[in-house]
């Protein structure tokens, strides 16, 4: 089992553009959340599915940021537009049961708005 | 909503010196606590759990303190090794699914 993986690893964008990451969680895992980590901020939840369906869509982040998960197996995570300050580390993480279970990390894509 | 405040921020040692890593939550409600490692250019991994019903937890050099009273949890970890260094989370699950991260406390151990 791979675990978690994401791509791109590493995504530099122009203010304005669109961009796209992708999640794969780990095989027969439930539960998806997609996190932003910077230095100041620590980890901040955007979004959270359970069994596909969207239980948690990112309170502030909602306006910008749009996650969606197509099949159990791959979920993507839309920024439109970026902003410089959207510059940050993209987590993705899968478990079990949620909130209540150990989460299995990604190892991120690393994103530059200029 | 659920808060969680982790101290100290970071933390430097000797190797062989022990450490404690504190972690303190609101919501009374909050049933599991697992903790996660994130070393240098690696992914976050999870290394100890508790569930509000147990007071303590050991994992080989890990130990988990739990006190729901005071909403507190404390990660001792003893011997410590240069490979240890790492930013060390505690989370606190909410409503059964989210879950809320403290910031992290960056550990440096020095050979």
């Known amino acids: 089992d791979a ?42 939840l955007l979004s959270y599915f359970r069994s596909k369906s969207l239980m948690e869509d990112g309170g502030a982040f909602k306006d910008r940021f749009k996650a969606e998960m197509l099949n159990s197996s791959f979920s993507t995570l839309k920024i439109q537009p970026t902003e410089p300050k959207d510059s940050a580390v993209y987590l993705c993480a899968s478990s079990l049961l949620g909130g209540q279970d150990t989460q299995y990390f990604g190892p991120g894509t690393r994103l530059l708005v200029l | 909503g659920e808060q969680v405040e982790q101290l100290p921020s970071s933390l430097i040692v000797q190797e062989g010196a022990s450490v404690l890593i504190n972690c303190s939550y609101t919501d009374s409600a909050s049933v599991y606590f697992p903790w996660y490692k994130q070393e240098p250019g690696k992914r976050l991994q999870f290394i100890i759990d508790i569930r509000s019903n147990m ?57």
């Open chain 2, 55 to 111: 007071e303590r937890k050991q994992n080989q050099r890990l130990t988990l303190l739990f006190d729901k009273k005071t909403k507190h949890l404390s990660l001792h970890i003893t011997a410590t090794q240069p490979g240890d260094s790492a930013i060390y989370f505690c989370s606190v699950d909410t409503n059964a699914y989210k879950v809320i991260f403290g910031k992290g406390t960056h550990l440096h151990v020095l050979p």
């Open chain 1, 3 to 44: 675990g978690v993986t994401q791509t791109p690893r590493h995504e530099v964008a122009e203010k304005g553009q669109t961009i796209i990451l992708k999640c794969e969680p780990v095989s027969g895992h439930n539960d998806l959340f997609w996190y932003r980590q910077t230095k100041i901020q620590g980890l901040e």
